[in-house]
């Protein structure tokens, strides 16, 4: 059981937006700006999209967008791209028992209709 | 440009230590800023976070497998290692070495895979 929650599969067709869902608590998302999101492809080491909730590395469109509230936090993806078709992962710094670490949620299958 | 390379056996048998290495190119493992650490992934699942360490030897464990891992730097080679002991077939995954900043991976190895089987 992964310690913050995603829905298992997302869709939409092309040029539409979808935002998939991350749930965590107070010790995880809620309580910390380090928020992180991952782009998966099949056979491919992760990719970082989205860091630090809502900041953007160079080089990823600015199609896609994090925002958090409360423990939630949220991936966008706009105008959606056959390419963005992947596994999407959130994750976030954690302190538990005073001991810091990184939890990732369960994944997200994103499907491009 | 940052490469991270792991090396180390694809096959393990239960109940041995699992031992890695990455090496790292294109940049110092010394950098202050980052952490270095492993990722893994069991095949067909999602992401574990395994544990961390920083230039100086300062780790950070997940809390589910501190019991088990030690992870080291040798900042002679720029390299760091993972010792997982008491292996598994539930060990079995993908193992990725991954650079990361304030709890956000952004470089990953190619990954390997560690398969636990007698």
């Given at each position: 059981q992964s310690a913050l929650t995603q829905p298992p599969s997302a869709s939409g067709s092309p040029g539409q937006s979808v935002s998939i869902s991350c749930t965590g608590t107070s010790s995880d998302i809620g309580g910390y700006n380090y928020v992180s999101w991952y782009q998966q492809h099949p056979g491919k080491a992760p990719k970082l999209m989205?860091?630090?909730?809502s900041k953007r590395p160079s080089?990823?469109?600015?199609r896609f967008s994090g925002s958090r509230s409360g423990n939630t936090a949220s991936l966008t993806v706009s105008?959606?791209?056959?390419?963005?078709?992947a596994d999407y992962y959130c994750s976030s710094h954690a302190v538990s028992n005073n001991l810091a670490h990184v939890v990732f949620g369960g994944g997200t299958k994103l499907t491009v209709l | 440009q940052l490469q991270l390379q792991e090396s180390g056996p694809g096959l393990v048998k239960p109940s041995e230590t699992l031992s890695l290495t990455c090496t790292v190119s294109?940049?110092?493992?010394?950098?202050?800023n980052y952490y270095w650490g492993w990722v893994r992934q069991p095949p067909g699942k999602g992401l574990e976070w395994i544990g961390t360490i920083n230039y100086s030897g300062r780790t950070y464990y997940s809390p589910s497998l501190r019991s088990r891992v030690t992870i080291s730097i040798d900042t002679s080679r720029n390299q760091f290692s993972l010792k997982l002991t008491s292996?598994?077939?539930?060990?079995t995954a993908v193992y990725y070495c991954t650079r990361e900043e304030h709890s956000s991976v952004d470089y990953w190895g190619q990954g390997t895979l560690v398969t636990v089987s007698s």
């Amino acid at each position: 059981q992964s310690a913050l929650t995603q829905p298992p599969s997302a869709s939409g067709s092309p040029g539409q937006s979808v935002s998939i869902s991350c749930t965590g608590t107070s010790s995880d998302i809620g309580g910390y700006n380090y928020v992180s999101w991952y782009q998966q492809h099949p056979g491919k080491a992760p990719k970082l999209m989205i860091y630090e909730v809502s900041k953007r590395p160079s080089g990823v469109p600015d199609r896609f967008s994090g925002s958090r509230s409360g423990n939630t936090a949220s991936l966008t993806v706009s105008g959606l791209q056959a390419e963005d078709e992947a596994d999407y992962y959130c994750s976030s710094h954690a302190v538990s028992n005073n001991l810091a670490h990184v939890v990732f949620g369960g994944g997200t299958k994103l499907t491009v209709l | 440009q940052l490469q991270l390379q792991e090396s180390g056996p694809g096959l393990v048998k239960p109940s041995e230590t699992l031992s890695l290495t990455c090496t790292v190119s294109g940049g110092s493992i010394t950098t202050t800023n980052y952490y270095w650490g492993w990722v893994r992934q069991p095949p067909g699942k999602g992401l574990e976070w395994i544990g961390t360490i920083n230039y100086s030897g300062r780790t950070y464990y997940s809390p589910s497998l501190r019991s088990r891992v030690t992870i080291s730097i040798d900042t002679s080679r720029n390299q760091f290692s993972l010792k997982l002991t008491s292996m598994t077939a539930a060990d079995t995954a993908v193992y990725y070495c991954t650079r990361e900043e304030h709890s956000s991976v952004d470089y990953w190895g190619q990954g390997t895979l560690v398969t636990v089987s007698s």
